[in-house]
DNA sequence: GCTTACCTGTCG
DNA sequence: CGACAGGTAAGC
């Protein structure tokens, strides 16, 4: 999916245009994209609500309402378009979420994954899992804090921990990756095994890559497209990710594709040693 | 933990 | 045709 800065740059786009608007009654292509409540009741009710925050909650994206809010989940292929006009045929389209006056947030999803819940008491949210999520990696989460959390799960491995939204949240396959060699440590490590200074330099690790991915427009390696439609940049940056024999750029040895937690995992087996001081 | 399932599409 | 794809819940 749109990981953690997709949704973020998603939710800076969208936030100048929607925030204040008053939704009209969504048109729902697919009634399965409508999780909470009931599509009829979910079309009933969003109708006539007002905007009036955009929030992100690792990789949801939340509008507050007048009364409860709007939460987004794009899963692996969602996308989440601001446009005045649909402009072309888009078989993919499973709702239009209009706003009075004309414009209208188009929610396409290839694979049907993503899905919208209109929540509007705790026990709706709870009901949605939203409350259930980590602390936010970006916003919510400090060195000292990850050092805490990491010492917490001694015998995770890192990856699938990383990965976990109860655990952080924001962090999905590709931003792992990249925080994990820019860290110089393997996914496969066990985060008790981590030193202080390891601990610290993949938290460090993890922000830049976040903050660099962010900065680009997010990753576009396949379907992800921000609230214009518009394709990110950091495809283009990224060391390991997808790059599969490829050199590694730091000590230019094939970058090495492997399978941990059943994802698919780029490292640089030279660079990320599994043992400490092993030689493979 | 790991595997499977949810879907549809692309690539080799 | 099989493998794989940015996610996550559910079932061993």
Same mark, same amino acid.
């Given at each position: ?12 786009? /969208? ?21 909470? @409540? ?7 009710? +969003? ?15 939340? /509008? ?5 809010? /709007?939460?987004?989940? +794009? ?15 888009? @078989? ?40 259930? /999520? ?8 400090? @060195? ?8 917490? $799960? $001694?015998? &995770? ?5 990383? +990965? ?15 925080? +994990? ?13 981590? &030193? ?85």
């Amino acid at each position: 999916m749109p990981e953690l800065p997709e949704v973020e740059v998603i939710r800076r786009g /969208l936030a100048p245009l929607i925030c204040h608007k008053e939704f009209g009654r969504p048109v729902l292509l697919y009634t399965g994209a409508v999780r909470h @409540p009931a599509p009829e009741k979910f079309c009933q009710n +969003l109708a006539g609500r007002r905007v009036e925050n955009l929030g992100r909650a690792g990789k949801y994206l939340r /509008l507050g309402l007048d009364r409860g809010e /709007l939460a987004v989940h +794009l899963r692996m292929t969602g996308r989440l378009v601001y446009r005045e006009n649909a402009d072309f045929p888009d @078989p993919h389209l499973r709702a239009v979420l209009p706003f009075t006056g004309g414009a209208a947030l188009f929610f396409s999803d290839m694979r049907k994954f993503g899905g919208l819940w209109l929540l509007e008491n705790r026990e709706e949210r709870r009901q949605a899992g939203l409350d259930r /999520l980590g602390p936010d990696i970006y916003e919510e989460v400090g @060195p000292e804090r990850f050092c805490a959390l990491i010492r917490e $799960r $001694r015998r &995770s491995r890192l990856k699938p921990l990383l +990965l976990d939204q109860h655990f952080v949240a924001g962090l999905g396959n590709i931003y792992v990756d990249e925080s +994990l060699f820019r860290a110089g440590i393997h996914p496969g490590r066990a985060a008790g095994s981590l &030193s202080r200074e390891e601990i610290l330099a993949l938290y460090w690790a993890v922000r830049a890559v976040l903050q660099e991915g962010i900065d680009c427009g997010g990753t576009s390696a396949r379907d992800y497209r921000d609230a214009f439609g518009e394709r990110g940049a950091f495809q283009d940056r990224l060391a390991v990710y997808g790059r599969r024999g490829r050199p590694c750029p730091r000590c230019g040895a094939p970058v090495t594709r492997a399978v941990v937690a059943g994802r698919g995992t780029y490292l640089c087996a030279r660079c990320q040693k599994l043992e400490i001081g092993s030689k493979k």
